[in-house]
């Protein structure tokens, strides 16, 4: 009798188009990184390109209670996140600044979602997948190397996780974060399979550099699918050091 009121509620939000799954790192990718964060005991949480907090506010929801730090440069989007800790006192946001290879500022390309937003042109394989995620306008910001910011945080955590989801500027990123990554547990890593922003190193260069800085590859989650083919253009590599 359960089952067959699983498989009826299951068929009914695929009518309205959605899908159900129990919440458990088989079905969930969000139990599936969570469990990851509690095997290998990640105390603090770097949140590199956090939006509207979605990232953050998930991993919370899924059991994660160790520090969080926060980093976003749109304007519109660090409102919606700095709302998103308030009551929180273990998830900090930092002020408004863009994650790269160098200090100074930057000019953002303001996405019709907000999420696609970047520092690096899109190109029109994106646009034609996604049409609502348009750059619509410019903004700047001052731009930061996590080497700049760090240190003052791994003084006081020992294990900590690196969440990069830079749309295209995760290289960049990883650029200025030399010393940072050596000091990381783990990092989930956004990764393209076809170029979708202009000037972005692809998944193979990602895997490689990761592997080369120790790191292995954990899991592989699905993330940007255009939904006329069915091809996947984006996953989320996680990993970590085992040794």
Known sequence: MINAIKGLTK????????????YNPNSSPEAQLVASLKKFEIDLVLDVGANCGQFSSGIRRGGYRGKIVSFEPLTSAFAKLTEAQVGDRLWDVYPRCAIGDQDGDVTI????NSASS???PMLETHTTAAPHTA????????LMRLDSITPDFFSTFKKPFLKIDT???????LDGAINTLSQVQGVLLEMSLIPLYEGQ???????NRMEKAGFTLWALQPGFTDSTNGRTYQ???IFYRTT
Do not use: C, P
Request: glycine share 18%.
């Open 118 to 120: 970047s520092l690096l």
């Open 201 to 207: 190193h692809l998944w193979g260069d990602m895997l």
């Open 167 to 173: 749309q295209g500027f995760e290289w960049h990123v």
């Open 11 to 22: 068929k009914a939000f695929r009518g309205v188009g959605l899908e159900v799954h129990g």
């Open 135 to 142: 750059y619509i306008g410019k903004e700047t910001a001052k």
């Open 235 to 237: 996953v989320d590599g």
């Open 109 to 112: 390309n303001i996405a019709g």
